[in-house]
């Protein structure tokens, strides 16, 4: 794996921050946590819950808008993917666009 | 590379391109079977200043089904590691490479080897070298020395290799892409109304991969590792003497790209890249189904069967070839399935088919070579027809280096094999004579154009060098220099 502690995507400094207003909020979003690679056995849990704490994650983190009509999120990690519902997270990101 | 370029999105990724899988019983070596992973079609030898290496970023997978799931049992995953000594020099060594160790290599490949089985992970093998590319007689002296170091034998029994091999695959790619020209027929081709001055009389095929290189990843292995009981197939009869085999390359979900730093990648892997039988997903598959083919998995293929029982290769011959194919089109025409082709491509051949001789796990449609390890190499005057030349050990029983794999399956295209379900089936003349043209007889195994193969693991030769390709070196002109 290349050496990731190099600039991502969002920057760690803001995808710490959007993870701390997640948590933040009334879970209104389910978060689906996916293992790496083709045999992934999905586990649901709560935005915020089992994920680690924002100043464990190492290395790029890449967000994906997959479906902003439903709020659909995918957050990248090492060899992790990691899908929320979150209407208000995808609006305040599609905000930035404008 | 009989499965080279063969879909939009792979032919722009030749660091993933799985361009061809051998699978056979070890000649020499008959308690072992030897499967060979080839990438990165069409090497020229001459690839300086950054020479041809596997993909940091690859995950690389040998892909093992010894029940009959279309799922793999057994996972030989590779993973490679870039090593640069010195990143201020341009150069790929400063001095003549003389062993794996060499301190004038300056960028050096290794690899880990990891064995997924039972739903379990275990790296058997870390940190073992590739060869350096063939350069030439100043920088890799004795490259025969440099690959055969680079043979490596695991704890665990198995022995690999990874690195740069000559291309053992030959076919005409020049004519038989263009518009289903063979050389050897080509005075019957329709032409389309077109005068072709060099069309009108038959000629030789042409090897395009005269000459090239190719990657491989080769393991060499007890036949008790294989087995889905780790018994030795001794019964050329039972299912469990078959297995199956892909390969597979897959790429993580996300790349991103800055000036300022060198990629990075995140998220789970994508395969983007699968191989079985040869020339597939090259001719079975249609351009709009290729990618979406290549990430899906074996287990799912019967969502493809379609293709099978209709090629639209069979329809195509005997339009390309007025008058050479009219059984062949009579079976097209009425839209007759090709129960044949599924059976060699799709399920393995049951037993009851080809006396003596089955090739299947059971009915599940999955594109796999599919290896009797039951019957023996065979070690006097074999084949490059394989199965249909009277040659159980060759394709599609597995499939040796020397196999002629175009030759056969246009053979089976054009309706040599479906008298084998259909006995009242007379298949045309011209369909047990079509052929790319590449080799004298059927026992030719030089393979035209190509390296000589190799007696012993990994049986594909050493590559060529970037200094010295045989008709390719025509100096300059005295007068220039």
Redesign the interface.
């Known amino acids: 794996m290349k050496d990731l502690s190099r600039r991502s995507f969002l920057g760690r400094g803001s995808m710490v921050a959007a993870a701390a207003g997640i948590g933040a909020m009334a879970p209104a979003a389910v978060g689906t946590l996916l293992s790496s690679g083709e045999a992934a056995a999905p586990a649901i849990s709560e935005v915020g819950d089992d994920l680690p704490a924002a100043g464990d994650v190492d290395g790029a983190v890449v967000a994906h808008i997959s479906n902003a009509s439903t709020g659909q999120l995918s957050i990248f990690n090492g060899t992790r993917e990691v899908v929320i519902n979150d209407p208000t997270v995808v609006s305040h990101l599609l905000r930035a666009l404008q | 590379m009989s499965s080279h370029r063969e879909a939009p999105e792979i032919s722009k990724d030749p660091v993933a391109d799985s361009t061809d899988v051998y699978a056979f019983v070890s000649p020499d070596k008959p308690s072992t079977v030897t499967i060979i992973a080839n990438y990165i079609p069409l090497q020229p030898p001459a690839s300086g200043p950054n020479f041809y290496e596997f993909g940091?970023?690859v995950q690389y997978d040998i892909n093992i089904d010894n029940t009959g799931t279309g799922n793999p049992a057994i996972t030989y995953r590779f993973n490679f590691t870039t090593t640069v000594v010195n990143p201020n020099s341009f150069l790929y060594n400063v001095g003549p490479i003389t062993s794996l160790t060499d301190a004038s290599w300056n960028r050096t490949q290794s690899y880990t080897v990891t064995k997924i089985a039972a739903g379990q992970s275990t790296v058997i093998g870390s940190n073992i070298p590739c060869p350096p590319c063939n350069i030439g007689p100043l920088s890799t002296p004795n490259y025969a020395a440099l690959a055969s170091a680079a043979i490596t034998t695991l704890p665990s029994g198995e022995t690999v290799f990874a690195g740069q091999r000559a291309e053992g695959f030959y076919v005409d790619l020049g004519a038989i892409f263009d518009l289903g020209d063979l050389r050897p027929f080509e005075q019957l081709h329709a032409t389309f109304g077109l005068a072709v001055p060099e069309l009108t009389r038959p000629s030789p095929g042409v090897n395009a991969t005269k000459n090239v290189n190719v990657h491989s990843i080769a393991v060499q292995l007890p036949m008790t590792l294989l087995t889905a009981d780790g018994s030795t197939p001794t019964d050329p009869t039972s299912a469990m003497s078959v297995i199956g085999v892909w390969t597979a390359a897959?790429r993580?979900?996300?790349t991103?790209l800055?000036t300022?730093?060198?990629?990075?990648?995140?998220?789970?892997?994508v395969?983007v890249s699968r191989l079985g039988n040869p020339l597939v997903n090259e001719v079975l598959i249609p351009m709009g189904q290729k990618d979406f083919w290549n990430s899906q998995?074996p287990s799912g293929d019967s969502q493809f069967v379609a293709f099978y029982n209709n090629p639209e290769l069979s329809g195509l011959l005997p339009v390309l070839y007025p008058g050479a194919f009219p059984n062949l089109a009579a079976l097209t025409k009425a839209g007759t399935a090709r129960a044949d082709l599924v059976a060699i491509l799709l399920t393995g051949i049951p037993s009851g088919v080809v006396k003596g001789f089955q090739n299947s796990m059971g009915t599940t449609q999955a594109d796999e070579l599919r290896l009797n390890m039951a019957i023996p190499p065979t070690t006097s005057g074999p084949s490059n027809l394989g199965l249909i030349g009277g040659d159980a050990a060759g394709f599609p029983n597995g499939r040796r280096v020397f196999d002629d794999v175009t030759t056969i399956e246009l053979r089976a295209l054009a309706g040599v094999t479906y008298a084998l379900v259909a006995p009242t089936y007379t298949p045309d003349a011209a369909a047990g004579e079509v052929s790319d043209g590449l080799t004298a007889s059927a026992t030719d195994v030089t393979a035209n154009g190509t390296a000589n193969y190799l007696s012993s693991f990994p049986y594909l030769a050493n590559p060529w060098s970037g200094f010295d390709v045989p008709d390719n070196n025509v100096p300059a002109p005295a007068s220039s220099y």
């Open positions: 940091d970023d897959s993580q979900t996300v991103m800055s300022t730093t060198a990629p990075t990648d995140s998220g789970p892997f395969q998995s």
